[in-house]
């Protein structure tokens, strides 16, 4: 289980030139959370340890800060110096810089959203966080647009057009800033977007390039696609990207393929040959400076049941052979677990993390999935008791690496469903479906479960398992511990060998975001962000109305430490 940080390729001086300097410095302070992820790998581990394993039952409250916003909270804040920095959901309704120490207001900025938003946000008016790098704080917003701030004033530096919101997307996750670029996608795949990632200069705000995801008729990879439906073909680059300061390569995950149908966009069965539907539902690896896609994995060719692509990848260097190899691991929402050589695209392993009985196995050498056909809907063919769900083994909440332990610690769902298809047309700026999926409680009692994981034997070492899904992700630090909550509410610090809860408390709102840690003059924090999700329990039946009774909608920062 032996890892290798991923800190070493983060910080190094020599690869300081390839990335952007103030980012790499902030992320290389011990005591910062300067990223969404801590880092360019994402890989949510802190070498904090001042808290640990013997005295996290003696964790208490610092201080709460309301953050004026109801419902889909889900920022991970970022820290740099004395100041934490958080997001609020509704556009962001806000953006705030705290104390971090005493959380004192330093300055609030609030930007003018409009008032229709919600109705082309699919999946909630939530805000992941913001990025930072040269003294500006940049935000993706519900209206299409990506601001930068001044970090100590909070002042509007300048503010880009990104995309139309009205097409239904929507922007709810920090950017990534390489060098003087600032890389960010959009939301949309429900809505038959074509998905793209763009980049803009850091001071300017004017965009530098932009990539398709999904090629248009004539364009490499157009021929995977039926006629021209790739051009409402989804693919949407929407949660958090990574960055290998190495190989210069960003690295991105996209959404499903629209519509749902999959008879629109491909042969509507598994015998779906070349028409696989590049690049949806897969791994990106792409040049910062150009754009271009250096090389892909497709996790679901042709996918038919919402697989979105779009989990985060955590890059670490693991023990394989023997041998130190560049890492990438994604829990893809298809239930599998990836690991690929990073600098090569390389598929090394794919195996279950969750209960998935869409496919026996996938197949690193045909880098598709063996699939059961009694599991693929297509019309004439619905299907019964599909794993995972459309909300994934996996979906957006983030997990963690602890190079000390060698294990990924996951927050995962245990949901299925049936799935059947219909007949669907394009309308700009509405559901681009063509799809029923009843939702159906997974195998053996429970709806979630934290799993610890271990990539290089491929199998699980301890969970905990939930009574409901849609938990929340993780951090896991030097002090030995993994902190993560649930959807009732309750934050918990955990011992990362063995999952034993150590510490918990109730927060009032379920929780969906990834907590953070982070030191001001020698003393450690850990802080989270509460306020469930409304819009994804309106996809789960009455799985969904659990979700919803679960707790009360909340908006609120809690930062503890060991008084």
């Known amino acids: 289980m032996a890892g290798i940080s991923t800190v070493a390729f983060l910080v190094a001086g020599t690869l300081g030139v390839r990335a952007n300097d103030t980012a790499l410095k902030a992320a290389s302070e011990p005591g910062a959370w300067a990223m969404a992820g801590h880092d360019y790998g994402n890989t949510r581990f802190s070498p904090l340890k001042e808290i640990t394993t013997e005295n996290a039952g003696k964790l208490s409250l610092v201080y709460s800060f309301s953050l004026a916003s109801l419902r889909s909270n889900e920022a991970s804040p970022i820290v740099i110096g004395n100041t934490l920095y958080v997001s609020t959901s509704w556009g962001p309704k806000y ?265 026996q196995k996938w197949d690193t050498s045909t880098l598709r999935a063996v699939e059961d056909p009694d599991k693929r809907p297509g019309p004439g063919h619905p299907v019964k008791d599909v794993c995972p769900n459309l909300i994934g083994g996996k979906n957006w909440q983030p997990m963690s690496y602890n190079p000390d332990t060698g294990l990924v610690y996951i927050p995962t769902n245990n949901v299925c469903m049936d799935w059947s298809v219909s007949d669907v047309s394009y309308k700009r700026g509405v559901f681009y479906l063509g799809a029923e999926f009843p939702t159906k409680e997974g195998p053996g009692g429970f709806l979630g479960e934290l799993i610890a994981w271990d990539p290089v034997n491929n199998k699980k ?32 610090a955990i011992d990362a060998k063995t999952g034993k809860i150590l510490w918990k408390k109730n927060l009032g709102s379920g929780i969906g975001a990834g907590p953070v840690t982070y030191s001001v003059d020698g003393k450690q924090y850990v802080a989270v962000v509460v306020g469930r999700t409304a819009s994804i329990p309106a996809f789960l039946g009455e799985i969904g109305k659990k979700m919803t009774n679960a707790a009360p909608e909340g908006g609120a920062l809690f930062v503890f430490a060991v008084q």
């Open 95 to 359: 953006v705030y810089a705290l104390d971090a120490a005493t959380g004192a207001r330093k300055w609030t900025y609030e930007p003018e959203i409009p008032d229709d938003t919600l109705q082309y946000a699919c999946c909630d008016v939530n805000s992941r966080g913001i990025s930072y790098a040269d003294g500006k704080l940049f935000v993706g917003r519900l209206d299409g647009k990506l601001t930068a701030l001044d970090a100590a004033t909070g002042k509007e530096l300048w503010t880009s057009k990104v995309v139309d919101y009205k097409q239904g997307s929507v922007i709810t996750s920090p950017p990534l800033v390489v060098r003087d670029k600032v890389i960010t996608g959009f939301g949309g795949g429900e809505y038959g977007v074509r998905g793209s990632l763009q980049a803009y200069d850091i001071n300017s705000g004017k965009m530098v390039w932009q990539t398709y995801t999904v090629p248009a008729p004539g364009e490499p990879g157009s021929e995977t696609w039926k006629g021209d439906t790739g051009l409402h073909g989804g693919g949407a680059a929407w949660l958090v990207g990574s960055y290998d300061p190495k190989s210069d390569t960003v690295y991105w995950g996209t959404s499903n393929p629209g519509p749902w149908n999959t008879a629109v966009r491909s042969t509507g069965n598994g015998d779906f040959g070349k028409l696989t539907n590049l690049y949806t539902a897969s791994t990106l690896a792409l040049d910062p400076n150009t754009g271009k896609i250096k090389w892909h994995i497709q996790t679901t060719p042709a996918d038919a049941w919402d697989y979105d692509g779009v989990n985060e990848a955590i890059l670490a260097d693991l023990k394989l052979g023997g041998a130190a190899v560049p890492t990438l691991m994604k829990a893809d929402r298809n239930g599998f677990f990836f690991v690929a050589n990073r600098e090569t695209g390389k598929v090394i392993s794919a195996e279950k993390y969750v209960f998935a009985n869409w496919a």
């Open 461 to 492: 070492v301890w969970s905990i398992q939930e009574d409901l899904p849609f938990n929340g992700g993780t951090l896991s630090t030097a002090g030995g511990l993994v902190f993560s909550g649930n959807l009732h509410g309750d934050f918990r």
